[in-house]
């Protein structure tokens, strides 16, 4: 399974040790001292002209929750950046055109970390610091092998999503990456024509699940790897070079000794699976005898320097990466939680995320599990009623109700189950109590300051234990509430009369009374109504007030209805009605029977189809366009404009009507 992935690491490694004598490297040509890259488009010394970076800024304002498309990634693209503009609640998403999920699929958020998808390795960040003002992204070097689509999770408004790659221009030549090598075959070796040999062409699946269970292609010697690559020696491949490669420079010749430098084995290697690491160990032996002798004996300006060595290829077994439980759904009684499981397997010490069937080998572990905080509170009724407030009529009692813990603490009422409270007020009748009737003394003032006028006083029917009461019930002999009075003739003199308040205009509550209010000019025995400008010198008594008979209590109030939800074939209209008491709060002490209607149906006529002239059938067989469902696209939607609008209708009415 793994042959493919090493031979080509053990490739990369002689590779590296050829390009050793004379200090130059190899181009992406394979020829040495070549100083030919591949550029963008992965053009063998090109030079990016046949390439096209595409880019743009995904602002739709998006409406509905959940996944909506922002860019197409086509094949071949390389340098994907996508980038969240701010960050936001929003979450990107990469899946493939077969419909396999690559990144935050299904309704499950990923962790930040590498994913395969495409043929290609994505990098996925999602800044956490509260400072940070950074959004999401995928990044990823390319080139992809499929065509990709990215999604956001839409959950807060858009902050955009800016989206940019490079994809080979129409003239430009076909990528030439460099075909992996096998050991022992020269820098300039042919390949057959798919650029690998026929042993190659039967390990690719190998060498495909290998880049999967790693999370990236095996390392391949390119331009860039060639100038930062280390020369290694591993063991089982000699140091020299292949008889058709030319050196680029002459070596000076060794000093001819009875002693040199040999490699005696390898330190242990630094892991037991995923691509560990360990170094050779030189010893200085006898040039015939190979005997290990001290090592003074040796130049140990000729002592090679011991380079890192890859060891332990194959990746660790996968594992059940187990994520932290959510909070339980619920604070108090039986709940659930939920809780990640990902397959993981480390790799050069990467951990990343595989397909589940390499977890097969185990039991994957629960994602779901019933949860219980503490056993949910009740109510309890402390105490019985109080007695009435009033000694006659109508008043209230109370009596204590609490909310209890399962071990008798009294805790907050929100920790019980609101609906399921019992009442702790409520009214309570004494029976009719003896009214009579209660006066102030009279004003000390005249209405008038000359001529006829009156002073007046309050009365008010009302019992001799409770506030003020209707007025009903105390009898008809109501004592008068204005009485004459008289301060001397007026001669000539000028002023504002006012007339006796009108009745409330309701019958509880807060409501208004009026009076007339005129401009006289009293004489000895008579009065000349004038116009109101002529006692505009003096201030103007008020011609409305407020009044308040008594309290009406609590009684619903509604909103305006709201608009139709159809124009047509019957929709409904709502609104909000609440119960409210004097004082504009909130009561439940409304007669249920007289709460007006919250909904109601509207608009039952039928629908009248718009004709339009213009749309019109141009082929006959328009009914294949619309059961092939090619009435989204828009030039089937303007060739069949016809049959696909009856289409559009007969779905709406179908889910109408559901």
């Known amino acids: 399974m793994f042959v493919s992935y090493l031979i080509l690491t053990l490739l990369h490694v002689q590779t590296a040790v050829l390009a050793r004598p004379g200090g130059e490297s190899i181009g992406c040509d394979d020829y040495l001292g070549s100083d030919k890259v591949v550029d963008k488009c992965g053009v063998c010394g090109g030079d990016n002209t046949g390439c096209q970076v595409v880019s743009g800024v995904f602002k739709h304002a998006l409406t509905s929750l959940g996944y909506h498309r922002v860019v197409e990634i086509p094949q071949g693209a390389t340098k994907i950046n996508i980038t969240e503009m701010h960050k936001s609640n929003n979450y990107l998403a990469l899946r493939s055109r077969s419909g396999r999920s690559i990144i935050n699929g299904n309704w499950a958020i990923d962790r930040p970390g590498k994913y395969e998808g495409g043929g290609t390795m994505f990098t996925y960040k999602r800044p956490n610091e509260i400072s940070s003002t950074a959004g999401e992204s995928f990044l990823a070097e390319g080139p992809t092998n499929e065509i990709l689509d990215v999604y956001m999770i839409h959950q807060q408004p858009n902050p955009g999503v800016h989206y940019e790659y490079v994809i080979m221009g129409t003239n430009a030549i076909s990528p030439q990456v460099p075909p992996h090598r096998r050991p022992g075959e020269p820098f300039n070796g042919q390949l057959g024509t798919d650029g690998r040999s026929q042993e190659e062409g039967e390990e690719k699946e190998g060498a495909e699940e290998k880049e999967d269970m790693h999370g ?11 100038q930062t690559f280390p020369v290694r020696h591993p063991d089982g491949f000699s140091s020299h070079r292949p008889d058709s490669v030319v ?108 397909q589940p069937y390499r977890c097969q080998h185990l039991e994957k572990p629960e994602t779901t599990s019933t949860c219980q905080l503490k056993i949910c509170s009740e109510w309890q009724i402390r105490t019985d009623w109080t007695s009435c407030s009033v000694p006659c009529g109508v008043g209230q009692r109370t009596r204590d109700v609490k909310c209890v813990s399962n071990i008798g603490d009294v805790v907050d009422d929100e920790e019980c189950n609101m609906k399921l409270r019992p009442n702790d007020i409520e009214n309570c009748d004494m029976g009719p109590c003896a009214k009579s009737w209660f006066l102030t003394e009279w004003s000390e003032r005249c209405s008038a300051e000359c001529g006829a006028g009156v002073r007046t006083r309050s009365v008010v029917c009302m019992t001799n234990h409770i506030g003020s009461l209707p007025l009903e019930g105390c009898g008809n002999n109501r004592p008068a509430e204005a009485t004459p009075c008289d ?21 509880c509550g807060s409501g208004t009374q009026q009076r007339e209010v005129i401009c006289v000019r009293k004489n000895a025995d008579t009065f000349e109504v004038l116009d109101p400008y002529e006692c505009s010198f003096l201030e103007k008594p008020p011609s409305q007030q407020s009044c308040h008979l008594k309290p009406c209590g609590a009684k619903w109030f509604n909103t305006e209805w709201s608009m139709c939800s159809k124009s047509c074939q019957g929709g409904f209209r709502v609104r909000e009605v609440r119960c409210l008491s004097d004082d504009m709060t909130l009561s439940n002490l409304c007669d249920p029977q007289l709460k007006p209607e919250e909904k109601e149906s509207c608009n039952p006529q039928d629908c009248v189809p718009e004709v339009d002239e213009n749309c019109k059938d141009r082929y006959f067989n328009c009914n294949v366009v619309v059961q092939a469902r090619l009435c989204v696209y828009n030039y089937y939607k303007t060739a069949c404009c016809a049959s696909c609008t009856r289409g559009a209708n007969r779905h709406a009415g179908f889910l109408g009507s559901r």
């Not at 095996?218 to 860039?224: A, C, G, I, K, L």
């Open 216 to 226: 990236g292609a095996p390392e391949v010697f390119t331009s860039e790897s060639a």
């Open 247 to 354: 050196p680029a420079a002459p070596q000076p010749p060794r000093r001819s000794r009875d002693h040199n430098w040999k490699q005696l084995g390898t330190t242990e290697c630094s892991t037991s699976c995923g691509k560990g690491s360990q170094f050779p160990i030189f010893r200085c032996v006898h040039r015939n005898t190979h005997e290990e002798v001290p090592e003074s004996y040796c130049d140990s300006s000729m002592k090679p320097t011991p380079e890192e060595e890859p060891c332990n290829l194959f990746p660790c077994p996968a594992f059940w990466d187990i994520g932290e439980w959510s909070e339980c759904s619920k604070t108090c009684g039986l709940g659930m939680q939920h809780r990640q499981v990902l397959c993981r397997q480390v790799y050069a010490n990467r951990s990343l995320t595989v």
């Open 487 to 507: 301060n001397g003739p007026c001669t000539g003199k000028v002023e504002w009369f006012a007339g006796s308040w009108s009745q409330c205009s309701i019958e």
